[in-house]
């Protein structure tokens, strides 16, 4: 009888240790299949982002340098008419004017129009603050806002006589196509193993993405 019980210890430990083992290399197999489709999301992401802020720049060069060279009338000029002679798409594309206090004076976006967007946190009042004392274009991170869930761009660059902001705000399909078939990815990776409850993405440390729904807020702006 001792001889049995001793057996079957040694029987159920071996066992377990079997177990232990698959199931650890079966996590290895999960966890570097969520790492590969991770890196194929930051890879596509980076390179569109490229070719994002080649665009964004030079229309907001154009925009500076060419629409806004005299600040006279920034406030009052028709900025449709304005992105329409430029070729911006009017669907996805819109552009906000801002001026030292941090107030949009003039868009293409009607309902942000006179909003302060110093109020939307320190931070990104230091960023105006900065870009108008810098001088220079400026792009953001592709990031997620808040209301829409839809991956949106902004660039900022002020006008010559650092009075004004030109920013440049761009809904992106092609990063939203990217973020629904890495979640597309990861869902299934949940579904087909139960020792998954969930998988999580990041845009960047600060804008989490669920798998299954969108969580993230747009710290710079609700719109």
């Known amino acids: 009888m001792a001889a049995l019980i001793i057996l079957a210890v040694l029987n ?14 079966k996590n290895k197999v999960i966890s570097e299949q969520v790492m590969m ?23 907001s060069n154009e925009l500076v340098n ?10 009052i000029c028709d900025l449709k008419e304005i992105r329409k002679q430029i070729g911006m798409d009017t669907l996805l594309e819109d552009i906000y004017i801002i001026n030292r206090r941090g107030i949009v004076v003039n868009t293409t976006f009607e309902k942000d129009l ?27 991170r592709i990031a997620q806002e808040s209301t829409t869930k839809r991956l949106r761009k902004y660039s900022y660059q ?24 890495v979640k597309s990815y990861l ?3 949940e579904e087909n193993q139960e020792s998954i409850l969930s998988v999580d993405l990041f845009l960047d440390p600060e804008n989490p993405v669920r798998s299954e729904e969108h969580t993230s ?3 710079s702006r609700q719109s």
């Open 187 to 189: 869902k299934e990776i």
């Open 37 to 59: 489709i991770l890196q194929f999301q930051d890879l596509a992401l980076e390179i569109l982002e490229e070719r994002l802020d080649q665009t964004m720049a030079e229309v």
């Open 114 to 140: 006179y909003l302060n967007f110093f109020q939307f946190g320190e931070q990104h009042k230091n960023l105006l603050l900065e870009i108008f004392k810098d001088k220079a274009f400026f792009s953001e």
């Open 66 to 75: 060419k629409y806004f060279k005299d600040t006279d009338s920034i406030e």
């Open 12 to 25: 159920y430990i071996n066992t377990k240790k079997i177990l232990l083992n698959s199931f650890d290399a």
């Open 158 to 181: 002020p006008t010559n006589d650092a009075q004004y902001i030109v920013e440049i705000g761009a809904y992106s399909p092609k990063a939203n196509d990217i973020i629904e078939f």
């Open 217 to 219: 807020e747009l710290q």
